[in-house]
Nanobody, 123 residues
Framework: VQLQASGGGLVQAGGSLRLSCAASGLTFTDYSMGWFRQAPEKEREFVAG????????FYGDSVKGRFTISRDNAKNSVDLQMNSLKPEDTAVYYCAADHNFSPGWGVHEYEEWGQGTLVTVSS
């Protein structure tokens, strides 16, 4: 299984970025997908999750209303659209796969992880 995240970079506060995660080596529709992030010296934090069909999505409180998770099952990919970025959004962002039809909230619920992509938001 491989999860390849991309799209990170440097952006000014108030700007937008779109992260993508390409999945391979798994039956994509057997998995819910999630995005997590980890800032320096902080624990990994849930950002967003989406069910296998895309019909259920939920978000961490700190990103609700600003971030949108989506998936394309034909392309085995999941995206995270990030708007109104703040300096506190600076972190390494990871995509992860949860072998359940509905996504979990916790790090321990996800079996597969990508390598992460760095997002830096300047003030």
């Amino acid at each position: 299984v491989q999860l390849q995240a991309s799209g990170g970079g440097l952006v000014q506060a108030g700007g937008s970025l779109r992260l993508s995660c390409a999945a391979s080596g798994l039956t994509f529709t057997d998995y819910s997908m999630g995005w997590f992030r980890q800032a320096p010296e902080k624990e990994r934090e849930f950002v967003a999750g989406i069910s296998w069909s895309g019909g259920t999505r939920f978000y961490g409180d700190s990103v609700k209303g600003r971030f949108t998770i989506s998936r394309d099952n034909a392309k085995n990919s999941v995206d995270l659209q990030m708007n109104s970025l703040k300096p506190e959004d600076t972190a390494v962002y990871y995509c992860a796969a949860d072998h359940n039809f509905s996504p979990g909230w916790g790090v321990h619920e996800y079996e597969e992880w990508g390598q992460g992509t760095l997002v830096t938001v300047s003030s």
